[in-house]
């Protein structure tokens, strides 16, 4: 099988240190391979992406050396399938709109009868409120602006009922990396797992009509993706992942989830951390060679 591997920023800001550490080491994995190295542009969240961004961030990767096959995948090009994925996959029958804010949520899972919250991938894990009664094979019904949500439970039944009718079943992936506990090999999770660390995840965010979550699992299958190499920050999210290749119908590729790179404290570095910005260090007159070594590669 042919490696093949993408970097996928989000034109919300500056690449830093972190961007290009996950950068590099995706495409040195792809030359030491022989394989392919893929640049998409994850701009879904129209609202926060800018095309100067995007300029910096081709200017910055060529800087550090890195070079990629055109035309760029885009994800605002690609709405209309995210769309279609949605409507004509067995993802129709799972979800159901939801109108609650993160307040809303809050407060439902402050009443007594609900324990304690857990918190997974997306947040405070979903109490359910707007999770209708009925049984998975109505089709139900939504408007283009609403936030949609997948329905764990229902979807891990149809994936459960699909695959075999004896006993309990796992999901897994292959982890080349390393999860946030030192996870790596064969990553086996359980549909009980899934329900009540994960619960229903939004698919399609208001007004957006997908999710990162739902458009990395299409677009990966895309461009054909054989190894996924990330921050291990999205470890967890994976799991979300391999459901929805599942209830789509597509391939699990090979995961490599990355250390984060941390400042001095210790904190993750995020994108407001402008002073680790590459296009910074390259006005300080450093070298990519010097970038390599401050993220120890
Ligand atoms: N756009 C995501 C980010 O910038 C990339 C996630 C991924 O590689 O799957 O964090």
Same mark, same amino acid.
């Given at each position: 099988m042919t490696f093949r591997t993408r970097f996928a920023p989000s034109p919300t800001g500056p690449l830093h240190l972190g961007h290009a550490y996950s950068a590099l080491l995706a495409y040195d994995m792809a030359m030491c391979e022989g394989g392919d190295f893929l640049l998409r542009i994850e701009d879904i969240d129209q609202g926060r992406a800018r095309l100067a961004w995007e300029a910096q961030i081709y200017d910055d990767l060529k800087w550090l050396g890195i070079c990629w096959p055109e035309p760029v995948m885009r994800q605002s090009d690609r709405l209309g399938q995210y769309r279609m994925a949605i409507e004509t996959s067995a993802l129709a029958g799972l979800i159901y709109p939801c109108g609650c804010s993160r307040a809303d949520i809050k407060e439902a899972l402050s009443a007594?009868?609900?324990?304690v919250a857990v918190y997974g991938p997306d947040g405070l894990v979903y109490p359910g409120t707007c999770r209708p009664e009925e049984g998975i094979s109505v089709k139900r019904q939504w408007n283009e602006g609403d936030t949609l949500r997948l329905d764990m439970r229902a979807a891990v039944t149809h994936l459960g009922a699909s695959k075999s009718r004896h006993g309990p079943f796992t999901f897994s992936f292959t982890e080349t990396g390393e999860g946030p506990n030192g996870e790596t090999g064969l990553i086996e999770f359980t549909p009980d797992a899934l329900i009540e660390t994960?619960?229903? +995840? +939004?698919?399609a965010r208001r007004d957006m009509g997908t999710s990162y979550h739902l458009s990395v699992v299409l677009d990966d299958a895309a461009q054909k993706i054989s190894h996924v190499v990330r921050g291990r920050d999205l470890f967890e999210a994976t799991k979300i992942h391999v459901v929805l290749q599942q209830l789509l119908g597509l391939p699990t590729p090979t995961y490599h989830h990355h250390k984060l790179i941390r400042d001095e404290d210790g904190k993750r570095l995020a994108k407001r951390d402008d002073a680790r910005a590459i296009s910074k260090y390259r006005e300080d007159g450093l070298t990519p060679q010097d970038i390599r070594a401050m993220v120890g590669l």
């Amino acid at each position: 099988m042919t490696f093949r591997t993408r970097f996928a920023p989000s034109p919300t800001g500056p690449l830093h240190l972190g961007h290009a550490y996950s950068a590099l080491l995706a495409y040195d994995m792809a030359m030491c391979e022989g394989g392919d190295f893929l640049l998409r542009i994850e701009d879904i969240d129209q609202g926060r992406a800018r095309l100067a961004w995007e300029a910096q961030i081709y200017d910055d990767l060529k800087w550090l050396g890195i070079c990629w096959p055109e035309p760029v995948m885009r994800q605002s090009d690609r709405l209309g399938q995210y769309r279609m994925a949605i409507e004509t996959s067995a993802l129709a029958g799972l979800i159901y709109p939801c109108g609650c804010s993160r307040a809303d949520i809050k407060e439902a899972l402050s009443a007594p009868q609900e324990g304690v919250a857990v918190y997974g991938p997306d947040g405070l894990v979903y109490p359910g409120t707007c999770r209708p009664e009925e049984g998975i094979s109505v089709k139900r019904q939504w408007n283009e602006g609403d936030t949609l949500r997948l329905d764990m439970r229902a979807a891990v039944t149809h994936l459960g009922a699909s695959k075999s009718r004896h006993g309990p079943f796992t999901f897994s992936f292959t982890e080349t990396g390393e999860g946030p506990n030192g996870e790596t090999g064969l990553i086996e999770f359980t549909p009980d797992a899934l329900i009540e660390t994960i619960g229903d +995840v +939004v698919l399609a965010r208001r007004d957006m009509g997908t999710s990162y979550h739902l458009s990395v699992v299409l677009d990966d299958a895309a461009q054909k993706i054989s190894h996924v190499v990330r921050g291990r920050d999205l470890f967890e999210a994976t799991k979300i992942h391999v459901v929805l290749q599942q209830l789509l119908g597509l391939p699990t590729p090979t995961y490599h989830h990355h250390k984060l790179i941390r400042d001095e404290d210790g904190k993750r570095l995020a994108k407001r951390d402008d002073a680790r910005a590459i296009s910074k260090y390259r006005e300080d007159g450093l070298t990519p060679q010097d970038i390599r070594a401050m993220v120890g590669l």
